[in-house]
């Protein structure tokens, strides 16, 4: 119903930027919420990054505050996630992720989510 395709990863050192891209098909781009997760080696998938359907309503992970930037084009169909300041920590596999509900909130469960990129990855040097 929606695929998800995300680009945008690489190699990068610590303080520098990448701004990763999730273009969206099969449905109303307008009518999701989107989100970006994360998922280091180890660890479990946290949430990084959501917007609403407008683009008015944002929300980041503590982590992230002030760092990544969460912004969309619904012209065209893409979410994209600036990240800045990067640190080693960051460094993950990058998900961009659709929710088809219809809410006031960005959803931070990853389990709220219905739709899933296959995820690009992101490695920041120390």
């Known amino acids: 119903q929606v695929q998800l395709a995300e680009s945008g990863g690489g190699l990068v050192q610590a303080g520098g930027s990448l701004r990763l891209s999730c273009a969206a098909s099969?449905?109303?781009?307008?009518?999701?919420?989107m989100g970006w997760f994360r998922q280091a080696p180890g660890k479990q998938r946290e949430f990084v990054a959501g917007?609403?359907?407008?683009?008015?309503?944002?929300n980041y992970a503590d982590s992230v505050k002030g760092r990544f930037t969460i912004s969309r084009d619904n012209a065209k169909n893409t979410v994209y996630l600036q990240m800045n300041s990067l640190k080693p920590e960051d460094t993950a596999v990058y998900y961009c992720?659709?929710?088809?509900?219809?809410?006031?909130?960005?959803?931070?469960?990853?389990?709220?989510?219905?739709?899933w990129g296959q995820g690009t990855q992101v490695t920041v040097s120390s």
């Open positions: 917007i609403n359907r407008s683009g008015i309503i944002t």
């Open positions: 099969g449905r109303t781009f307008s009518s999701l919420r």
């Open positions: 992720a659709a929710d088809v509900t219809v809410g006031l909130a960005v959803n931070t469960n990853q389990n709220k989510y219905d739709f």
